[in-house]
């Protein structure tokens, strides 16, 4: 038999009375929806239940940082405490209890698999205001930003004054109609426009209508902002024009525009010119294309990608390779989620195909023993532009005849950029190589600079550059030296596979035994430390052997 509202509120009072607090405000909420003394009823329940927490509610809500939100005085619900992190909703408008809003729910919901593939561009959601029906909209704020168009702003907004939702507010901006939605991002075009859109279908292609034509608009001279460009993909090329055509006609698919810029340096005078002029003609205002005019060396052609770029972080990009677009979300969200990184590997679908694990490197030696001699392949390089242009790499030039700082210098970019940030080596799969000019039948070219007479010209270059770079840190010297010794033999044993000089495999292994005992006594180390790396060479070398007899 159900009680009156007197019952009720007899009740109500009785276990207030006992400190049975949320029994309480349940037969005080049920006996004020009966219509009993209501006006005393909901006096009681403010005065019991919210005149303690009303500062913490406003603290709250004004701690939410965004653009045009109503006045706290003014907002349309309140959030009655009930057990810990669940809210009676009360609106003030209607003078009605609506439900309970369960805040620490949030904390359980599973994230839609939508959410979890794009990890790193905004959501755009159409709504009426209810956040209690759109948990799992409301916990992606924690990842990404939320631009909610809802029907009415003032309910909408009054959620954020929930203590429990702080951690979501701060990336939640709300829109009173998609008019304001449109010229928020017309006006803002450093602000990156959302590419996940969800609520219902009229409303939610509405929201997919303006923003397609927001990003058409950036794409223009006019709507072009470069404030607040994520990543650069810088493409270094030299007479192969017909080649770097397909790179761009690949990039300029993307559906991202203010994150993202496309720079060209274009090297060389002589082969692929129309096709070059062809690139220089392109209309897109993402797309970034210096022609020198001349012929620089490659160091030069490699470095300026980053010195004309306006990203915070530059990709580069070999201009027969393309980028996986699809992986782009991955590594946007990487360069945010890790400010200390200056410097990631990112896995391509050949070169690095082994990089099946993260590995992050610390600034200083762990960053070095991240980097050294693994950076063979230039394209699925990113660096910070900051960091790398603060490094003056112009200084560098009078190691020209240096033949690891010629072949390689992002090597050594890479090394001292270890010096000032953390990196990463990254296994999600971010460049698809192209065949390359001098295989394309398929057959894999052994190029002259992987023949054993210059590797071993190599290595002196390498052990030049830590007598220069480690300056007497022995710790760091003994590092590379094993790491030298092992690559090298690793490379002599690549080209006796792919069939260089195989006769004469073991003399060229002793000349390197020679060299790489020559470098072990050039440096201030103890017998102690010179016997480990003398082992280490044994090891490989044996190895290396073995396996060659093995062969014949």
């Known amino acids: ?62 701690h939410w940082n965004t653009v045009d939100k109503p006045e706290y005085k003014s907002l349309a619900l309140d959030f009655i405490p009930y057990r810990e992190g669940e809210y009676y909703i009360f609106d003030k408008e209607l003078k009605s209890f609506r439900s309970i809003f369960l805040a620490d729910d949030l904390q359980n919901v599973t994230r839609q698999e939508e959410f979890r593939q794009a990890e790193f561009s905004a959501l755009a959601v159409a709504m009426d205001w209810d956040w209690s029906k759109l948990p799992e909209i409301l916990v992606e704020a924690e990842f990404r930003k939320i631009y909610a168009v809802c029907q009415d702003m003032n309910k909408c907004a009054s959620f954020f004054k929930i203590p429990e939702l702080a951690e979501y507010a701060q990336n939640v901006m709300l829109f009173s109609a998609e008019k304001e939605f449109q010229e928020f991002f017309h006006e803002h075009t450093s602000v990156y426009l959302p590419k996940i859109f969800m609520g219902v279908e009229d409303k939610k292609q509405q929201l997919i209508t303006i923003t397609d034509k927001e990003h058409e608009y950036r794409l223009t001279p006019e709507g072009r902002n470069a404030d607040n460009v994520l990543l650069t993909i810088g493409i270094p090329t030299y007479h192969r024009g017909h080649l770097l055509l397909k790179r761009i006609k690949n990039l300029l698919s993307m559906v991202y525009d203010a994150e993202i810029e496309i720079a060209v340096s274009k090297n060389g005078t ?61 590594y946007f969200r990487l360069l945010v989620d890790y400010p200390e990184v200056n ?41 910070r532009r900051k960091d790398f242009i603060q490094e003056d790499f112009v200084k560098l030039d009078r190691f020209l005849d240096n033949p690891y700082y010629r072949d390689y210098s ?106 790489a005992m020559e470098a072990v006594d050039g440096f201030d180390l103890n017998e102690e430390q010179k016997a480990g790396v003398l082992l280490c060479l044994r090891d490989c070398c044996t190895g290396a052997l073995k396996e060659a007899s093995d062969a014949e």
């Open 343 to 383: 410097e990631i590997r990112a896995r391509t679908a050949d070169q690095y195909y082994e990089l099946t694990t993260r590995t992050y490197g610390k600034k200083g030696l762990e960053a070095f023993e991240n980097t050294f001699l693994q950076q063979n392949y230039l394209s699925g390089l990113i660096v």
């Open 270 to 330: 002589e082969l692929y010119q129309e096709e070059y002029r062809q690139a220089a003609e392109i209309m897109d205002a993402r797309f970034v294309y210096y022609d020198h005019k001349r012929t620089l060396n490659t160091v030069e052609n490699w470095r300026y990608v980053v010195e004309m770029s306006h990203g915070e972080y530059v990709l580069f990009v070999s201009d027969e390779d393309d980028v996986v677009l699809q992986a782009l979300e991955h």
């Open 1 to 62: 038999m159900a009680l009156t509202g007197q019952e009720l509120l007899d009740y109500a009072c009785a276990q207030f009375e006992n400190g049975s607090y949320d029994a309480a405000l349940e037969a005080f909420v049920l006996a004020y929806t009966k219509e009993y003394e209501q006006e005393w009823v909901l006096e009681n329940i403010y005065n019991c239940y919210m005149a303690g927490n009303e500062a913490e509610f406003q603290k709250s809500y004004e």
């Open 410 to 515: 992002h090597e050594w970019w890479c090394v001292m950029l270890s010096r000032s940030g953390d990196n990463l080596k990254e296994p999600v799969v971010l460049i698809r190589e192209g065949p390359s000019e001098a295989g394309r039948d398929g057959e894999i070219v052994l190029q002259p600079y992987a023949f054993y007479g210059n590797r071993l010209e190599e290595f002196e270059g390498i052990v030049d550059f830590l007598h220069w770079f480690m300056d007497g840190n022995t710790d760091g010297l003994i590092v590379g030296l094993n790491y030298a010794i092992y690559k090298t033999m690793y490379l002599f044993n690549m080209a006796r596979k792919l069939g260089h000089d195989p006769e004469h495999f073991n003399k060229w292994v002793d000349r390197f035994v020679m060299k």
